[in-house]
Each structure stands twice: as structure tokens, then as C-alpha cells.
Nanobody, 120 residues
Framework: QVQLVESGGGLVQAGGSLRLSCAAS????????MGWYRQAPGKQRDLVAD???????NYVASVKGRFTISRDNAKNTVYLQMNSLKPEDTGVYYC??????????????WGQGTQVTVSS
């Protein structure tokens, strides 16, 4: 069994910052790509940023220069530093990890989501 636990969401004014964390635990052999997704009210869940095990990053255009994704492989944790937040960044943020379990299976796991609300 694998769990992803997110933390760090909250309410912030436009221009402010938040840092999200997502820690994976359980029957893990290794973790490949990790990423953050956002689901705004009434919309689909979309990729915000992802990072390979080796540290290669990818960002959606709307957050480039404002958000930074990073990971600590020793802690099985991925972070999302969000600066210069805008009201349109509001949504539920989910982390996803492509995990190789101790049983040898490749499985995508999702966190439970953390709410980020940016007021204008």
C-alpha cells in the first residue's frame, strides 16, 4: 500500500506565496516522475508542473517564472513553491507520483488534494 500526503495549502492574497509538500510512503521500491496538478471549480484537472527522478522539470506556461517544483528523493517528497500568486491559481492541488512498488508494479498514485485560494 502506498500513500501520498499533501500539505501547505491555504488562503493567501494575490502576490503572496505558498509552498506545497507531498510525501509518499508505504511499499515503495522507487519513484519515477512526480508532479502537481490543479483542478479549478467546474474544470478538469490539469498539469501544473512535473519533475523527473533526475530533476528535469516541466511547467505549464501560465506558471513559468512564478512556480518552482523540486523533490527530495531521500524523503520521497515533492514540493511546489508558488510565488506571485494570482486569483486564477485558485483550485485544489493534487500531487501524482509514478511509483514502482516492492512487488514490481508501475502504478500512478494520487494525493488527496489540498485547497489553494488566492484572493484579489
Amino acid at each position: 500500500q502506498v500513500q501520498l500526503v499533501e500539505s501547505g495549502g491555504g488562503l493567501v492574497q494575490a502576490g503572496g506565496s505558498l509552498r506545497l509538500s507531498c510525501a509518499a510512503s508505504g511499499s515503495i521500491f522507487s519513484i519515477n516522475a512526480m508532479g502537481w496538478y490543479r483542478q479549478a471549480p467546474g474544470k478538469q484537472r490539469d498539469l501544473v508542473a512535473d519533475i523527473s527522478r533526475g530533476g528535469t522539470t516541466n511547467y505549464v506556461a501560465s506558471v513559468k517564472g512564478r512556480f518552482t517544483i523540486s523533490r527530495d528523493n531521500a524523503k520521497n517528497t515533492v514540493y511546489l513553491q508558488m510565488n506571485s500568486l494570482k486569483p486564477e491559481d485558485t483550485g485544489v492541488y493534487y500531487c501524482k507520483a509514478k511509483i514502482v512498488t516492492r512487488a514490481g508494479a508501475w502504478v500512478d498514485y494520487w494525493g488527496q488534494g489540498t485547497q489553494v485560494t488566492v484572493s484579489s
